[in-house]
């Protein structure tokens, strides 16, 4: 039998990348993160500091529930179709510190 090339509903991605936000996941940067999770037709599933075990990636009770801190070592892990592209973009959002060094204040 002839191998096939695999498709693209069976693609799977996976990256680590370390949480380098002074804060972590608080609630805005766990939006974010879940937002831009959902975005990907595949499913996406986040691993934190090794534990086994492996939470939604587009939930956001179960992201700000994992109270992710900064030094926290991610496993990014997405099935699918646009997997590879996924993780990327998550692991990233994740270095960019989640987009967080926009100022959140008013201008004088």
Known sequence: M??????AASA???ATVEVTHDIGLHARPSV???RLAKSFPCA???EVNGD???LNGKSIVKI????IRKGFVLSIR???AAAAEAVAALRTLVE????EEKSHARSA
């Open 64 to 67: 700000m529930g994992a109270r």
């Open 32 to 34: 974010v993160f879940t």
């Open 2 to 7: 002839a191998d096939r090339p695999q498709d």
């Open 44 to 46: 996406i599933g986040v």
């Open 96 to 99: 960019r510190n989640f987009d």
């Open 12 to 14: 799977v991605a996976l």
């Open 52 to 54: 086994g075990v492996w």
């Open 78 to 80: 997405a099935e699918g």
